[in-house]
């Protein structure tokens, strides 16, 4: 089945610093989307990409969609406390109707004041 | 913006019983839901996915018999664990879709069974 490598599996960092992450697949997706989730939560979308090459920026997030569709990677700039959490990756290949999202493993951050 | 909600959000239940948890969208109506599994520090894992009025899909490696999931509304799907085990403790969540859009996930509900 698909997978998503996703890396580094956790970072510490320490306040301002700024955060690269990234995803890979051996499959081609057709939409990349961020996320972040807090302990006991569900996760919540910071940024979704549709074209390949597309970068998008939402505050001090900013994630790119790779040209050959494979890959993503999301930076975080000035990081601050409040960044601290899991960070998901998740493609998702429309086939049939189905709208399935295929999850990496997840990046775990913690930002020291 | 659209909102998705769980309950319960925690719940205990003995080795044997049933637990039903219910994935609603407040404020929209869902055309598509899913439901994932998440073991702690692993990722999401999607189980099934299901559309109002149709017996839902689930994936492989996943008991339907032993994860019922009931979609009767545009606004509401459950998921009923059957029989539960201890090994079927871990965090479920939903997530609801419209026509054309995106996913909106759920808080997700924290099984545990004794």
């Known amino acids: 089945g698909q997978q998503l490598n996703q890396s580094p599996q956790s970072m510490f960092i320490q306040e301002g610093e700024d955060v690269s992450m990234n995803c890979t697949s051996s499959s081609i997706f057709n939409t990349w989307l961020w996320y972040k989730q807090d302990p006991g939560e569900g996760p919540v979308l910071l940024i979704a990409?549709?074209?390949?090459?597309e970068l998008t920026s939402n505050g001090r997030l900013t994630a790119q969609f790779g040209i050959t569709r494979k890959d993503s990677f999301l930076n975080i700039s000035a990081s601050i406390p409040s960044d601290v959490g899991i960070y998901f990756c998740a493609g998702q290949l429309s086939q049939g109707g189905s709208e399935k999202l295929v999850f990496g493993k997840g990046t775990k951050l913690t930002v020291n004041p | 913006g659209a909102v998705v909600s769980q309950h319960p959000s925690r719940v205990i239940c003995k080795s044997g019983t049933s637990v039903k948890i219910e994935c609603r969208s407040l404020?929209?109506?869902?055309?598509?839901m899913f439901w994932y599994r998440q073991f702690p520090k692993k990722s999401l894992m999607l189980m099934a996915t299901?559309?109002?009025?149709?017996?839902?899909?689930?994936e492989q490696g996943v008991e339907k018999d032993k994860f019922l999931i009931n979609h009767a509304s545009l606004t509401l799907s459950t998921l009923t664990v059957t029989s539960a085990h201890p090994e079927d403790s871990s965090f479920y969540i939903c997530?609801?879709?419209?026509?054309?859009?995106?996913?909106?996930f759920g808080p997700g509900t924290r099984l545990t069974v004794t």
């Open positions: 997530s609801a879709r419209r026509a054309e859009t995106r996913q909106y």
């Open positions: 299901s559309n109002e009025g149709s017996k839902a899909t689930y």
């Open positions: 404020d929209f109506q869902a055309t598509t």
């Open positions: 990409l549709y074209k390949a090459g």
